[in-house]
């Protein structure tokens, strides 16, 4: 009984160890690319105050341009701090 068991066991495992890998789930293609990737930090701010200017200036924005602005407002509002803990406003 014993033998029947273990046989069972390794056999289990060694069907367990070929199974083929689960597929990963395919992207959208419509998934965004990010327009700020390939630029270091000093770049992204720099990119970011320019396009604030020229909205500013009422200048016309190309597609890409808008894209890079509205990714440089998302980043703006990710990064804003968040309100102190009510324990650090009393001190």
Not at 41 to 52: H, K, P, T, Y
Not at 64 to 88: R, V, Y
């Amino acid at each position: 009984m014993t033998k029947t068991l273990s046989a069972l066991a390794v056999l289990l495992c060694a069907t367990a160890a070929h199974a083929a890998p689960a597929p990963m789930p395919k992207q959208p293609s419509t998934a965004a690319v990010d327009p700020l990737a390939g630029l270091n930090m000093d770049q992204q701010m720099e990119l970011c105050d320019r396009l604030e200017t020229l909205k500013k200036e009422n200048k016309p924005l190309s597609p890409k341009m808008q894209q890079q602005l509205k990714a440089c407002q998302a980043m703006s509002m990710e990064s804003a701090p968040d309100a102190a803990p009510d324990a650090t406003q009393e001190r």
